[in-house]
């Protein structure tokens, strides 16, 4: 009867071993395609999100590549100009980011759901993400993520009337684009001055701002931009 008991202890921790290592096993391969989706951002990001969106999340048993998961997928669906108002996956990366070492993912959480705040009209919550967001670029710098938080910031004081907020996020802004040779945020950033400068009652500055703009759009081709800014 012993002998019995024994085997089947034995048989049960064995059972249990085996699932452990595929559970490392399957973790490890959603590591690699998680790792994956997120060196396509720029280069290929149709196939970046092609690649995240299929990864089943209920196959995800650790708490570590769930966070980092829900932290590409967003990011994914950002270079893909995929317009979301749920906070589903941005609420998961910042859940656990918030007291995280790992700097540089905690920015881009809260920079992320920055973006679905202010998407949603919720305007302060937008704020305070976006200021989680800066802290934690003081101990893993990043001059373009830097660049856009400041954009997001004058967007959000521009919708709210404040002017000169607006026009001084978007000036540090467009030095983090200039220090990184980014024309096309450049520009876009120059735009959005200039429709600050307008409220400002600062004509002047904001023709300046406008011509600079026209002549790049007609420059690069850039239909976009050019109807943008002749609007």
């Given amino acids: 009867m ?24 399957s973790n490890r391969n959603i590591e690699r395609d998680i ?6 951002f720029q280069s ?14 209920e196959d995800i048993s650790s708490d570590r590549t769930l966070a980092h998961y829900a932290l590409v997928y967003r990011d994914a669906q950002y270079y ?5 108002t749920s906070e589903s996956l941005t609420r998961v990366a910042i859940d656990y980011y918030t007291n995280s070492d790992d700097h540089a993912r905690r920015a881009r959480a809260f920079y992320q759901h920055g973006l679905i705040m202010q998407i949603t009209s919720r305007m302060p919550e937008a704020i305070l993400s976006l200021t989680e967001a800066e802290e934690s670029l003081d101990y893993a710098p990043d001059t373009k993520l830097h660049g856009l938080i400041e954009r997001t ?16 996020a978007y000036e540090k802004a467009s030095a983090c684009f200039e220090e990184l040779g980014l024309p096309y945020h ?10 600050a400068a307008v409220k400002m009652g600062k004509y002047d500055l904001a023709e300046n701002y406008y011509q600079r703009v026209r002549d790049y759009a007609i420059e690069t081709s850039n239909r976009d931009l050019l109807c943008v800014v002749l609007h």
């Fill in 80 to 84: 893909n100009r995929v317009l979301v």
């Fill in 2 to 25: 012993m002998c019995r008991f024994n085997i089947w202890v034995r048989t049960m921790l064995l059972f249990a071993l085996g699932m452990a290592m595929v559970a490392c096993t």
């Fill in 153 to 168: 910031k004058g967007d959000i004081y521009r919708a709210n009337c404040l002017y000169n907020n607006s026009y001084e």
């Fill in 35 to 40: 790792n994956l989706a997120e060196s396509l």
């Fill in 44 to 57: 290929d990001p149709e196939r970046s999100l092609n690649v995240i969106s299929s990864i089943c999340r």
């Fill in 186 to 195: 450049i520009n876009y950033t120059l735009y959005n001055m200039g429709q």
